[in-house]
């Protein structure tokens, strides 16, 4: 089955400095890649759809210069939180929708615990 | 705006049959999705169903009512590994998946 990683698990970072969370697609080609936020006991929010090698299209009241992603490869997405504040403290979830086969399945990623102090 | 219901919570006994509704107001449909999610991990497909019906696989089924904008999820004999919220998302006419804000099952001995 297809098989999407995300690296670190969990991070731990102080207020101001930035975390990059990377996202990858191990056994096939993702042409879309999504970004989900995930707040305790709430349901998953979309935060950015990103297309290789163009520019993320981010959901409205997402600050495209705080959350950058990037999208370099078909395998690949990185997700760099700016100047973390301790409310971006979240569990991200990365998606990935194969380039072949069935489109309307996408697979997750383990998640990214980020705990900002 | 667009809109799905699912109840927060429920709780059922091992071996029993529960299921979980799931009710959608969306700018289009092409298809509703169930995934299961573990506390502390990322979600993991149950099902798709994009025309109406029932989709069976395993002890999990999901049927679909497109006119009533209505799913349900059933799963059969229960086991304690199934405590987990159950998400019910729709993909609407932009091929975005809009999420419910997930059920929480609570299965007891």
């Known amino acids: 089955g297809a098989v999407v990683s995300q690296h670190p698990s969990r991070v731990i970072c102080k207020s101001g400095t930035s975390v990059k969370i990377e996202c990858r697609s191990l056994?096939?080609?993702?042409?879309?890649m999504f970004w989900y936020r995930q707040f305790p006991k709430q349901s998953l929010m979309l935060m950015a759809t990103?297309?290789?090698?163009?520019?993320?299209?981010?959901e409205q009241g997402v600050e495209k210069d705080k959350f950058l992603i990037n999208h370099a490869s078909l395998t690949l997405s990185t997700l760099t939180v700016t100047s973390a504040h301790p409310e971006d403290s979240s569990f991200y979830i990365c998606?990935?929708?194969?380039?072949?086969?069935?489109?309307?399945?996408?697979?997750f990623g383990p998640g990214t615990r980020l705990t900002v102090t | 705006g667009q809109n799905i219901d699912q109840p927060t919570e429920m709780t059922a006994t091992e071996g029993a049959i529960v299921q979980i509704n799931c009710t959608y107001q969306t700018s289009g449909f092409n298809g509703l999705f169930w995934y299961q999610q573990h506390a502390g991990e990322a979600p993991t497909f149950l099902s798709y169903n994009v025309l109406d019906g029932l989709e069976e696989k395993g002890r999990f089924s999901s049927f679909l009512s497109r006119s009533k904008g209505y799913s349900y999820l059933l799963l059969k004999e229960l086991q304690m590994k199934d405590s987990a919220s159950y998400l019910c998302?729709?993909?609407?006419?932009?091929?975005?998946?809009?999420w419910g804000a997930g059920t929480k099952l609570i299965i007891k001995p």
């Open positions: 990103s297309n290789e090698g163009s520019k993320a299209t981010y």
């Open positions: 056994d096939f080609q993702a042409t879309t």
């Open positions: 998606s990935a929708r194969p380039y072949a086969g069935d489109s309307y399945e996408q697979y």
């Open positions: 998302a729709v993909k609407d006419s932009n091929y975005q998946l809009i």
